[in-house]
């Protein structure tokens, strides 16, 4: 049998893995978890693309899945979709830890955070959070085999937790954002009118315009800060900081202000007061380079006077090989940059914070690892929402955190609260679903 493209860990280390990463829905009775009657499949050889079958549940387990059914990975079914023949070990690791991503990472590079670049894949793997899922129905599963009720022999599931966070990107109007952000309304007009959505598509074209030549104020914090206290919301916020001298490629795609001027120094003051938490928005090339990431984590630190160990990658750049290596080498404790950049969803199929698996050492990492859901631009860059269509799809999004009791985070840039962008509607409704969870 040919080898696997990255060698999956053994059965036993798959299984300890998945239990401590769920551990929170069977606090205290993590013994008759251990015990369920789960085949081992072992060393399944890995298909090229993700491929997914629908498990129905029996009756008693049927609300832990959708519509009475949960998707488990093609490697994981032993005879068919037979629940009992299922290897929920497998099906939750190869999901969490996304292992199809990771070997076609391995054999054609990274596609960083791009969903369209995985070819062949089944798309409804992002669609729900199938591991928090799968945990769900392993609880019940042990309670029907000591045949004891649910909810006398657990606690509660999790109360949900959604994290606002925030990528300051930019606090003024540069021309690199001129001209990404003209290019990006340009093309997308163009792609509308080919579609014959004209009224939209002009509308685009005006927007281009408008970031060409408009001269808007971008300090956006005061408003930003006064929405979230309203709705009793404290988020986080990621910073750039890198004193380098700016490359062409550095000087169109990384933020353009610095870090420790006098009213960026004042805006984290500000923002440390407030309660809400500060982390690190590495650059677009520290992806995989532990030394750059290390020389901006100082710098954040210097200015703000605190440590910093959160970040989320610009331009969600990523590698599962090397960059969760790299920032906790330099003693990030939280990363948030699972998430695609072109739609919305669950990368890892879970709403967890948990030890991602470090497949170069064969065990976890000690950074953790808290996904995120959602971004404006998934609202208005890449889909063109009316505002109810887009209070309905962000509402969708939220539920399911929501009923499995899971942990993400969601994502708002601060200048796009600006008429430039248009965007304060969505992101009062992404605050409303917040404080209704």
Known sequence: MPANIVALPSQVAIKKHIISALRAYWLNQEKLIRQLPIVDISEPLMNKTLKLYAVNLPDWGKSCGVNGAILVPAEACQKGDNWQQIDWWLASFLMLECWHERCWEQQHGPIHSYSFRLKGWDTRVWDHAWVNRIGLFLRAWA??????????????????????????????????????????????????????????????????????????????????????????????????????????????????????????????????????????????????????????????EQVCGKTITTCRQHWLKFSWQKTWAAQQSIGLMQDSTIMFNDRPGFRAAACLKWHPWDQTKNRAHTIFEVPTMMMDSHFYDYKMFSDEQRSVEIEKWVNEPKLTGGEVAVLWHPHTLTNDYGWMPGFKNILKALNER
Not at 171 to 200: D, H, W, Y
Not at 212 to 238: C, M, P, Q, V, Y
């Open 143 to 300: 309670a029907v085999m000591v045949e004891q009720k649910l909810d006398r022999l657990f606690d509660p599931i999790p109360a949900a937790r959604i994290v606002m966070t925030h990528d300051v990107d930019a606090v003024s109007k540069t021309l690199p954002i001129r001209i990404k952000q003209g290019i990006f309304n340009f093309f997308n007009s163009a792609r509308m009118f080919a579609e014959g959505n004209r009224t939209q598509a002009w509308n685009k074209l005006i927007t281009a315009k408008r970031f060409w030549f408009g001269s808007e104020n971008w300090w956006t914090f005061d408003k930003l800060l006064a929405e979230e206290s309203r709705f009793g919301i404290e988020a986080h916020f990621n910073f750039y900081a890198d004193v380098r001298k700016k490359t062409l490629t550095r000087w169109l795609l990384d933020p353009g202000y610095d870090v420790s001027d006098s009213k960026t120094r004042a805006l984290l003051s500000q923002i440390i007061k407030y309660g809400a938490e500060v982390g690190l928005h590495p650059t677009f090339d520290a992806w995989q380079s532990a030394e750059i990431m290390e020389q901006q984590k100082k710098e954040l």
